[in-house]
């Protein structure tokens, strides 16, 4: 008797946080959602209110976890201390760089929210959170899907912009990086690679204009959503 008392004590906080990761992540899922119904609807302020709002609560939503966490706590600890840092380091300084040269708003590239976020939330949050129930290949996997109904909204609410068949490769294209990203993440065990990755893909979709027709294809298959 005593040891199913233990084993429940010790079920009910992980329930908790079960659904509290569930449920975070489907109001991050709304929110963006809603503001892209939003924008491709013509209401440009009320998205624009709509996005902040989201930056906020997933910034917030996956501190929490992060710290409430055993596992993501202690991965959050390695990510410090990692030295794969540098990658990024030199990959930032690589591309303002070749803003500088080009004259272009490095802003655009420092600031690009999602690289950084999309990294965030969907490796290490929900790819590192699932690999303790499902295993690191289904979890993979699982945040892959996740990255493609994230994005899909895209989709949905601007069908002009992807229509038939266009719409079901803009799917593929979105899970294929969702496999690449979190592939990424399965051996470095950090996002420091993928957000230099995510960043320069974005790079290349700036650096597009200065590019042959022939290597359109580039930027435009790889870069971030």
Excluded: C
Excluded at 114 to 121: C, G, H, K
């Amino acid at each position: 008797m005593d040891t199913i008392y233990v084993k429940e004590t010790f079920m009910a906080p992980q329930r908790r946080m079960i659904l509290v990761f569930v449920l975070g992540e489907a109001a991050a899922f709304i929110l963006y959602f809603v503001f892209v119904y939003l924008a491709t609807s013509g209401s440009v302020a009320n998205a624009a209110s709509i996005y902040i709002l989201y930056l906020v609560f997933i910034v917030l939503f996956a501190g929490y976890v992060s710290l409430t966490d055993s596992d993501l706590r202690k991965s959050l600890t390695d990510l410090v201390a990692s030295k794969d840092m540098a990658i990024l380091m030199i990959a930032v300084a690589a591309w303002i760089l070749i803003f500088a040269v080009f004259r272009q708003d490095t802003y655009q590239l420092l600031l690009y929210f999602p690289a950084y976020l999309d990294e965030i939330n969907f490796r290490f949050v929900i790819q590192r959170k699932l690999t303790g129930y499902v295993g690191k290949e289904k979890a993979v996997l699982a945040q892959a899907l996740a990255f493609t109904l994230f994005y899909s909204s895209f989709t949905v609410f601007e069908q002009a912009g992807y229509p038939w068949p266009y719409n079901l490769l803009d799917l593929l294209d979105t899970f294929s990086m969702g496999i690449l990203y979190g592939i990424i993440y399965y051996f470095r065990r950090n996002v420091y690679g993928d957000i230099a990755l995510h960043l320069s893909f974005l790079g290349l979709s700036y650096m597009a204009q200065y590019m042959p027709l022939s290597f359109y294809w580039i930027p435009y298959i790889f870069s971030p959503i």
